[in-house]
């Protein structure tokens, strides 16, 4: 059951987010969770303040958002933007990076809410603590922040007049700087991730289980509209999960996943009638010819048609056709994505 916020600590909260001049925010997967997208939004945009994802947070805001940094959570450009806040805003997150990275070395002023009240300053200390769900702690934070300013001479952050919007410009810096140095380390993959972004309706929604590119798309790739990013790792197999969350998605779904997983559960495509386009895009190693032929067999038994591609634009002339046909389609992709930069 989620704690509901105490009604006095969100007015406090609020009172310490209306004396903060350089706000960051922190948005993890308790958003997602609490489907709190919206109400993040609304806050970035009333604090003017630059929202940094964890992985698990990623596509809580759209990437095109002013506000936005990307899910840059674990990498020197939002440590850097973290430290350097005088206010961090952390929202459903434990602050794992996974990377055996050093702690963070973050400001006094630090407000952290989360629906498990054992989160709550685990990680690092606190000026406030709030155990609850993202979503009911937003609105009651929006609901104060957008009242009368009680602070009387002072600038009213709430004032887009009395603003000096600065959140947008940080935001821009932080992520460029990430996208600059990802684009040197590299430049394939990057331009691999800007095709496969091109081909895709912005309405689509992203299923990404694929180990061997996470350390690109998970930070890098674009998330068009806020909710049609689902993250990996949810506990289920490809098909089945693809279909559960094609189920409440506004466009077609394309899941990136392992070719080990997917082939022994490709004869539950054919028990789906709805929705009724699915995509499933595996990066095969084409170097290991027993591998491939593994799919071509798994497919022909399911009466499925695997379309092989070679290089970033086969991959995004067959995306692109895939996710506007009425039927599930599998595409095989060559694209080589190595390690992750740091």
Not at 224 to 239: D, N, R
């Amino acid at each position: 059951m989620a704690h509901q916020p105490d009604p006095q600590e969100l007015t406090q909260a609020a009172f310490l987010l209306r004396l903060s001049a350089r706000p960051v925010i922190l948005a993890g997967a308790g958003v997602a969770q609490a489907g709190a997208e919206e109400e993040l939004a609304r806050i970035a945009e009333t604090m003017d303040a630059p929202v940094i994802t964890t992985w698990g947070g990623k596509g809580t805001i759209s990437d095109r958002s002013e506000h936005s940094a990307g899910a840059l959570f674990g990498r020197p450009e939002a440590r850097a933007a973290l430290e350097s806040a005088d206010t961090v805003f952390a929202l459903g997150t434990s602050f794992e990076t996974g990377r055996g990275e050093p702690e963070l070395n973050l400001p006094a002023q630090m407000i952290q809410v989360d629906q498990d009240p054992n989160q709550i300053g685990r990680r690092y200390p606190l000026r406030l603590g709030i155990a609850a769900d993202a979503r009911s702690a937003l609105a009651g934070i929006l609901k104060a922040l957008e009242a009368p300013n009680p602070l009387k001479g002072a600038a009213d952050r709430t004032s887009a007049e009395t603003q000096d919007r600065t959140g947008p410009r940080r935001a821009a810096a932080i992520r460029q700087t990430a996208l600059e140095r990802a684009g040197r380390e590299g430049p394939e993959q990057m331009r691999a991730l800007a095709a496969i972004r091109r081909a895709l309706p912005d309405d689509t929604t992203i299923l990404h289980r694929h180990a061997g590119s996470a350390s690109w798309f998970n930070p890098f790739f674009e998330v068009a509209q806020a909710g049609t990013w689902v993250g990996s790792g949810l506990g289920e197999f490809p098909v089945s999960e693809a279909a559960g969350a094609a189920a409440g998605a506004p466009g077609a779904l394309v899941s990136f996943c392992e070719e080990d997983e997917l082939i022994p559960h490709l004869r539950e495509l054919e028990g789906l009638e709805e929705p009724g386009n699915l995509t499933f895009v595996v990066f095969t190693d084409r170097s290991d010819p027993a591998k491939e032929s593994a799919l071509f067999e798994a497919a022909a038994a399911t009466a499925l048609t695997v379309v092989v591609t070679s290089g970033t634009d086969e991959l995004g002339t067959a995306l692109s056709r895939a996710v506007r046909s009425a039927s599930h389609s599998i595409i095989e992709s060559d694209l080589p994505w190595g390690d992750g930069s740091d």
